[in-house]
């Protein structure tokens, strides 16, 4: 059961023959079997999932169920949620009850959607491999020695080991699609004002967005007609009609062009890799696509350019840590200005003192120019590569991530080569477009490799088409490690 | 050595919102301690700023009101430091590319006209208040504050004594209270001053080093702090030293200003663009809306008041230093056409006079302009001398008779004497009795004359028409 499509847990609630109670308190006790080793969930409270899910089949029987009522979804630890220990994967956030519900879980409860729990997650978002969290690492279900990604590697590890149904996950340089990749699952990042940022813990402002994370493309669409709308309370939402992005599922993809940019297809890919996603393209050309080479010259910026950006905005975003509020405060200090340093030395750790670090320099006097405007204009540049692409194509393909999951601890001790894991995905944050990863087969060690799918603004219905013809003609998305 | 001071000013108005600029929270002032605090306020994880519209139309006005530019695109920037009353760790303000930016301000110091230029206007949100007191080794928090939309007003270095900063500061702070953008209450901390102050030897264009002096709330203050801080900084020249370039305060109890902190201890405050606002638009369809909800303007109305009634430039800008004391003009002379300099001379005098004394405002005035234009219409019509005239408005503003102008003539008798035929009769009584004084007057003693004026004054007891009792005695003893 445990495999099931969020289309097929509906009907069986819908049918009867199953009730959410049930439904909940089998993840529930699946969670509790499983989670010791796996280390998906921060925090699990029976209580309040079970609260929901009675709720959710009072809906039901009133024949007030949407798509997604009563339907377990693993809510990543970044999002605040009213009740509910809200961590950020964080020794600063380790006894913050937030008093406030973020806009995603707003939306999910409105659905009648049960929040299982919460997932791990690097520190404050900011990691590849989950190792940064402060609640320890998370294993990867298909090989306990790998890492499942990061910054929402617990989450990719519910999802994939079949803890929850679905999960939500935050991108900020590539958070949903490299861990979706690493654990064989799908997740997408909508267009960058889509998902509503109000609740959502930031890391990186303007480039943070939140998405679904679930087995198909299929699933993904539904989740992305619940998470998806206005919120007046975050002034980067964009006010758009409501869609629905399942309606271009059927579409057949003949005449699609796919654009394969040649700086993806160059040196960096491991041939594992390669070999998976030149699988994938054939399938694609036997749906009738074509491929077509692109170039985005300025794509190999990506990296040095999201490593100015998102650390400056992290340092400043993260200066609300402070010990005075809420959150960790130390336990004895002298002056004001030692409670500052002694909190915060305590409540971050390494990666995220190292960011914050980079952001207050980069933001300083006599550097600002050299970098951040630098980067700024870089990043525009990055956005007009991309725009110049899609005048050939449709949409353009590539690897999520250049190797498959690495071990835990491999990386861990070199920032850069930690940082590279990213070399594909930072570009769609940089750029605010959509992209996705969906499981394209296997590499080395029978590792998940995954595909990237990245968008025009806006185009998340014919990438979800895209992906769902693919995973119609191939069952990798059903391969499941337990 | 001649030296000749300095000063540029920036002014911190509150802008009159009902809620803050970036939260829904009320900005009412003198509420419990953090019962006026969101959780935006708070700065929670994942809270985010919108920002209010009202607070960017009030900046607009202002712009308008100066004849500066209105700034589009315009950007937020965060300020970032640390403070315990700063809850995200950075202010919200702006840093390029302000709301407002240029503009003029004319002032008067003894008569002389002087045109003070803005540099720029722009939006910020105020900090929250750190409580020492009362807490026992510990400091309380208070974030009722945080968040209150500031306007901060930034003056160029145009200014060369105290008189003219304060000169400057008095029209700016007409000038936000008139356009209805800040309530102007300086003990609330509405509208605060800090003063940039350097000097020079005179003659010399190159500046000096300044000083910024913070948080001045009155402008006597203002005065004081600008003349203690010159004095001071032009001893340290003469004795030969030099100037630190410093933040300053003002002690008022001892009347000097003393370091608050060095250049070198300043802050690196790593301005950048706030990523959770967008780049503000503003349409010229906006600006053009506001434009239409300005009244008009104080220079406007000075100008008005000399060319339209003839009032002296001293006049016309007295009475316009408050829009409540120019429609209180306005709707005095409106009841009492082309009698301006009346009108002005009893605003300006009795009732300003009177306010000042108990310490009202104009829109509490317990005399309308309509009891006004009443009082004065009887003194124009002859009715009663100027000197019975005060004796009315006397019982008029302790609400006597229901402050009916004619009742309160009639029951104190003060109406004036103004028939030409008693006038005669008195005049004739007066010179029959005075034989000697008349002969005076003829041999060519001037002051004989003013003498019979007052024997006859003195027997109507003030009631007699004076111009007339003149005219009268001139008549009967020259002709």
Same mark, same amino acid.
């Given at each position: 059961m445990f495999n099931a499509s969020l289309k097929q847990f509906s009907l069986q609630l819908a049918e009867k023959k199953i009730s959410s109670t049930e439904l909940t308190t089998e993840f529930l006790k699946r969670i509790k079997a499983l989670n010791p080793e796996y280390n998906a969930f921060i925090t699990v409270n029976e209580e309040l999932s079970l609260a929901q899910a009675r709720a959710a089949d009072q809906m039901i029987a009133a024949g007030q169920a949407g798509p997604l009522t009563g339907i377990p979804i693993a809510q990543k630890d970044i999002f605040c949620t009213k009740g509910w220990l809200t961590t950020c994967g964080s020794k600063m956030l380790s006894n913050f009850v937030s008093p406030y519900d973020a806009g995603v879980i707003e939306r999910f409860n409105q659905a009648g959607a049960v929040n299982i729990g919460k997932t791990n997650m690097d520190e404050f978002a900011?990691?590849?491999?989950?190792?940064?969290?402060f609640y320890g690492p998370v294993k990867n279900p298909w090989d306990h020695a790998a890492v499942p990604g990061g910054s929402s590697g617990g989450a990719a590890c519910a999802v994939a080991a079949r803890l929850s149904p679905a999960a939500t996950g935050t991108d900020t340089g590539g958070s949903i699609r490299q861990p979706a990749a690493l654990c064989g699952i799908s997740g997408i990042k909508p267009t960058y004002g889509l998902v509503s940022r109000y609740g959502m813990i930031a890391f990186a402002s303007s480039l943070d967005q939140g998405g679904p994370m679930a087995k198909s493309a299929e699933d993904l669409a539904l989740l992305l007609n619940i998470m998806t709308g206005f919120d007046p309370r975050d002034s980067t939402s964009l006010q758009r009609n409501a869609e629905d992005y399942a309606r271009d599922l059927q579409k057949p993809l003949a005449g699609l062009r796919i654009g394969l940019p040649k700086e993806y297809f160059a040196e960096g890919m491991s041939k594992d890799v390669e070999n998976a996603i030149e699988k994938a393209l054939d399938e694609y050309r036997k749906l009738g696509a074509q491929t077509i080479e692109v170039s985005l010259p300025n794509a190999p910026l990506a990296i040095p350019v999201y490593y100015v950006l998102a650390p400056a905005e992290a340092s400043s975003n993260l200066?609300?840590?402070?010990?005075?509020?809420?959150g960790h405060r130390a336990k004895s200090y002298g002056d004001l200005a030692d409670m500052y340093r002694k909190s915060r030395a305590e409540g971050f750790g390494a990666e995220v003192k190292r960011r914050i670090l980079i952001g207050t320099y980069v933001l300083s006097h006599g550097y600002y120019d050299a970098y951040y405007i630098k980067a700024q204009k870089l990043r525009r540049l990055i956005a007009q590569d991309f725009t110049e692409a899609y005048k050939q194509c449709d949409i353009i393909m590539g690897p999520t991530t250049p190797t498959v999951a690495f071990n835990l601890g491999e990386k861990s001790g070199d920032p850069i080569q930690m940082y590279l894991s990213d070399i594909y995905t930072s570009a769609a944050n940089l750029t605010g477009m959509p992209a996705m990863s969906i499981p394209v087969g296997f590499g080395d060690k029978n590792r998940p490799v995954g595909l990237h799918i990245i968008g025009n603004y806006f185009s998340e219905a014919q990438m979800l088409n895209v992906a769902h013809q693919y995973q119609l003609a191939t069952g990798w998305h059903l391969q499941s490690p337990v | 050595m001649q030296w000749e001071i300095v000063i540029g000013l920036e002014v911190h108005a509150q802008l009159s919102t009902q809620s803050k600029i970036f939260s829904g929270s009320s900005t009412a002032y003198? !509420?419990?301690?953090?019962?006026? !605090?969101?959780v935006i306020d708070l700065a929670l994880p994942g809270v985010l700023p919108v920002l209010n519209k009202g607070a960017v139309e009030r900046a607009i006005k202002l712009g308008l009101s100066v004849g500066a530019k209105i700034n589009s695109p315009s950007i937020f920037a965060r300020k970032n430091y640390f403070y315990p009353d700063l809850p995200k760790g950075y202010q919200i303000s702006q840093y390029e590319l302000p709301v407002v930016q240029g503009g003029n301000i004319h002032i008067q110091v003894d008569g002389t006209e002087k045109n003070i230029r803005l540099t720029r206007a722009h939006l910020e949100e105020d900090a929250g208040k750190s409580l020492h007191e009362d807490f026992h080794g510990m400091s309380g928090i208070d974030l009722n504050r945080a968040g209150t939309p500031l306007l901060e007003i930034v003056s160029e270095p145009d200014m060369r004594s105290s008189a003219e900063a304060v000169a400057y500061a008095k029209i700016l702070h007409a000038l936000v209270r008139w356009i209805g953008i800040c309530d102007g209450n300086m003990q609330e901390g509405s509208f605060r001053c800090d003063a940039n102050v350097s000097v020079r030897p005179h003659g010399t264009e190159k500046l000096g080093t300044r000083c910024e002096i913070k948080n001045l709330n009155s402008f006597r203050f203002l005065e004081k702090a600008i003349d203690y801080e010159a004095r001071r900084q032009i001893e340290i020249l003469e004795d030969g030293g030099a100037i630190r370039q410093e933040t300053r305060l003002y002690d008022a109890n001892k009347d000097e200003t003393r370091t608050m902190r060095t250049k070198e201890d300043a802050n690196d405050y790593r301005y950048f663009p706030d990523p959770d606002l967008l780049p503000l638009e503003i349409p010229q369809s906006w600006i053009d809306q506001i434009k239409q909800t300005l009244p008009e303007l104080p220079q406007a109305r000075r100008d008005r008041y000399v060319s339209a009634f003839a009032l002296s430039a001293y006049d016309a800008s007295v009475l316009t230093s408050s829009r409540e004391m120019a429609d209180y003009f306005d709707a005095t002379l409106k009841q009492l056409p082309a009698q301006a300099k009346l009108c002005a001379n009893w605003i300006m005098g009795e009732i300003s006079g009177q306010l000042n004394k108990e310490g009202i405002e104009m829109t509490a005035c317990p005399i309308t302009p309509a009891q006004l234009a009443a009082l004065l219409a009887r003194i124009n019509d002859g009715t009663i001398s100027g000197k019975a005239a005060k004796t009315v408005f006397e019982s008029m503003w302790n609400g006597e008779l229901g402050k009916n102008v004619d009742a309160i003539i009639e029951a104190k008798g003060l109406k004036q004497i103004s028939d030409d035929s008693a006038i005669e009769k008195l005049v004739d009584q007066v010179l029959a009795a005075n034989a000697q004084q008349v002969a005076d007057y003829r041999n060519g003693k001037e002051k004989a004359f003013n003498s019979l004026i007052g024997q006859i004054m003195k027997a109507t007891q003030g009631k007699a028409n004076p111009a007339q009792v003149n005219a009268m005695l001139k008549k009967k003893l020259d002709g």
């Amino acid at each position: 059961m445990f495999n099931a499509s969020l289309k097929q847990f509906s009907l069986q609630l819908a049918e009867k023959k199953i009730s959410s109670t049930e439904l909940t308190t089998e993840f529930l006790k699946r969670i509790k079997a499983l989670n010791p080793e796996y280390n998906a969930f921060i925090t699990v409270n029976e209580e309040l999932s079970l609260a929901q899910a009675r709720a959710a089949d009072q809906m039901i029987a009133a024949g007030q169920a949407g798509p997604l009522t009563g339907i377990p979804i693993a809510q990543k630890d970044i999002f605040c949620t009213k009740g509910w220990l809200t961590t950020c994967g964080s020794k600063m956030l380790s006894n913050f009850v937030s008093p406030y519900d973020a806009g995603v879980i707003e939306r999910f409860n409105q659905a009648g959607a049960v929040n299982i729990g919460k997932t791990n997650m690097d520190e404050f978002a900011m990691g590849s491999s989950n190792e940064t969290s402060f609640y320890g690492p998370v294993k990867n279900p298909w090989d306990h020695a790998a890492v499942p990604g990061g910054s929402s590697g617990g989450a990719a590890c519910a999802v994939a080991a079949r803890l929850s149904p679905a999960a939500t996950g935050t991108d900020t340089g590539g958070s949903i699609r490299q861990p979706a990749a690493l654990c064989g699952i799908s997740g997408i990042k909508p267009t960058y004002g889509l998902v509503s940022r109000y609740g959502m813990i930031a890391f990186a402002s303007s480039l943070d967005q939140g998405g679904p994370m679930a087995k198909s493309a299929e699933d993904l669409a539904l989740l992305l007609n619940i998470m998806t709308g206005f919120d007046p309370r975050d002034s980067t939402s964009l006010q758009r009609n409501a869609e629905d992005y399942a309606r271009d599922l059927q579409k057949p993809l003949a005449g699609l062009r796919i654009g394969l940019p040649k700086e993806y297809f160059a040196e960096g890919m491991s041939k594992d890799v390669e070999n998976a996603i030149e699988k994938a393209l054939d399938e694609y050309r036997k749906l009738g696509a074509q491929t077509i080479e692109v170039s985005l010259p300025n794509a190999p910026l990506a990296i040095p350019v999201y490593y100015v950006l998102a650390p400056a905005e992290a340092s400043s975003n993260l200066s609300r840590f402070d010990g005075v509020r809420y959150g960790h405060r130390a336990k004895s200090y002298g002056d004001l200005a030692d409670m500052y340093r002694k909190s915060r030395a305590e409540g971050f750790g390494a990666e995220v003192k190292r960011r914050i670090l980079i952001g207050t320099y980069v933001l300083s006097h006599g550097y600002y120019d050299a970098y951040y405007i630098k980067a700024q204009k870089l990043r525009r540049l990055i956005a007009q590569d991309f725009t110049e692409a899609y005048k050939q194509c449709d949409i353009i393909m590539g690897p999520t991530t250049p190797t498959v999951a690495f071990n835990l601890g491999e990386k861990s001790g070199d920032p850069i080569q930690m940082y590279l894991s990213d070399i594909y995905t930072s570009a769609a944050n940089l750029t605010g477009m959509p992209a996705m990863s969906i499981p394209v087969g296997f590499g080395d060690k029978n590792r998940p490799v995954g595909l990237h799918i990245i968008g025009n603004y806006f185009s998340e219905a014919q990438m979800l088409n895209v992906a769902h013809q693919y995973q119609l003609a191939t069952g990798w998305h059903l391969q499941s490690p337990v | 050595m001649q030296w000749e001071i300095v000063i540029g000013l920036e002014v911190h108005a509150q802008l009159s919102t009902q809620s803050k600029i970036f939260s829904g929270s009320s900005t009412a002032y003198g !509420a419990a301690p953090n019962t006026q !605090a969101s959780v935006i306020d708070l700065a929670l994880p994942g809270v985010l700023p919108v920002l209010n519209k009202g607070a960017v139309e009030r900046a607009i006005k202002l712009g308008l009101s100066v004849g500066a530019k209105i700034n589009s695109p315009s950007i937020f920037a965060r300020k970032n430091y640390f403070y315990p009353d700063l809850p995200k760790g950075y202010q919200i303000s702006q840093y390029e590319l302000p709301v407002v930016q240029g503009g003029n301000i004319h002032i008067q110091v003894d008569g002389t006209e002087k045109n003070i230029r803005l540099t720029r206007a722009h939006l910020e949100e105020d900090a929250g208040k750190s409580l020492h007191e009362d807490f026992h080794g510990m400091s309380g928090i208070d974030l009722n504050r945080a968040g209150t939309p500031l306007l901060e007003i930034v003056s160029e270095p145009d200014m060369r004594s105290s008189a003219e900063a304060v000169a400057y500061a008095k029209i700016l702070h007409a000038l936000v209270r008139w356009i209805g953008i800040c309530d102007g209450n300086m003990q609330e901390g509405s509208f605060r001053c800090d003063a940039n102050v350097s000097v020079r030897p005179h003659g010399t264009e190159k500046l000096g080093t300044r000083c910024e002096i913070k948080n001045l709330n009155s402008f006597r203050f203002l005065e004081k702090a600008i003349d203690y801080e010159a004095r001071r900084q032009i001893e340290i020249l003469e004795d030969g030293g030099a100037i630190r370039q410093e933040t300053r305060l003002y002690d008022a109890n001892k009347d000097e200003t003393r370091t608050m902190r060095t250049k070198e201890d300043a802050n690196d405050y790593r301005y950048f663009p706030d990523p959770d606002l967008l780049p503000l638009e503003i349409p010229q369809s906006w600006i053009d809306q506001i434009k239409q909800t300005l009244p008009e303007l104080p220079q406007a109305r000075r100008d008005r008041y000399v060319s339209a009634f003839a009032l002296s430039a001293y006049d016309a800008s007295v009475l316009t230093s408050s829009r409540e004391m120019a429609d209180y003009f306005d709707a005095t002379l409106k009841q009492l056409p082309a009698q301006a300099k009346l009108c002005a001379n009893w605003i300006m005098g009795e009732i300003s006079g009177q306010l000042n004394k108990e310490g009202i405002e104009m829109t509490a005035c317990p005399i309308t302009p309509a009891q006004l234009a009443a009082l004065l219409a009887r003194i124009n019509d002859g009715t009663i001398s100027g000197k019975a005239a005060k004796t009315v408005f006397e019982s008029m503003w302790n609400g006597e008779l229901g402050k009916n102008v004619d009742a309160i003539i009639e029951a104190k008798g003060l109406k004036q004497i103004s028939d030409d035929s008693a006038i005669e009769k008195l005049v004739d009584q007066v010179l029959a009795a005075n034989a000697q004084q008349v002969a005076d007057y003829r041999n060519g003693k001037e002051k004989a004359f003013n003498s019979l004026i007052g024997q006859i004054m003195k027997a109507t007891q003030g009631k007699a028409n004076p111009a007339q009792v003149n005219a009268m005695l001139k008549k009967k003893l020259d002709g």
